[in-house]
């Protein structure tokens, strides 16, 4: 495979649930982001990870967990979320963390939270 | 802070007819800009950046786009547009000084019809 996947494509879940959302990338690359975009907003950054390091959150609330066991794969551990938790989260990665390296993105996991 | 403004939500142009999407930013240097599609159950694909120099750029899939300081702008244009084309567009603007993050506009959606 090449390029950024991401796992599953849909979910739905309660809001009592636990699920992970997974994301590989196949590039090489050292830096990796959680984006969200939900409907009437713009894409938001979640999280970046670099070098395995988490470099930045943005205010996510605690609900959400990231995890980067390596730089080639990422998680985004979900629990009791919100309805307004419904989006599509998109993975992307970069050569290095400078935002001048191109961001490549994975399809996304589209989210539904009942 | 950085921000971008996509002025258009929605834009239906005919198949063959020429295509612009305006996009306008805000950030108290040069910024980098980039312009991304985004096809329907896909992530991001990027068309196009812009750093420094000439400020007509050509990207993929026959895009181009022009840097215009005077106006805080980074239009979006393409001479000719084929059905394949159809996708939702998004300007982005990112910064070093801004902690290297990509802040995107709203999105443009473009339809096109036959």
New interface residues.
Partial sequence: ETGVTQTPRHLVMGMTNKKSLKCEQHLGHNAMYWYKQSAKKPLELMFVYSLEERVENNSVPSRFSPECPNSSHLFLHLHTLQPEDSALYLCASSQDRPVTDTQYFGPGTRLTVL | AQS?TQPDIHITVSEGASLELRCNYSYGATP?LFW?VQSP??????LL?Y?SGDTLVQGIKGFEAEFKRSQSSFNLRKPSVHWSDAAEY?CAV???AA?????????TRVLVKP
């Fill in positions: 971008v980098y991304y159950g896909q992530g991001l694909q990027l950046k750093f998004f990112g910064a070093r902690g290297n993050k990509l802040t995107f506009g709203g999105g």
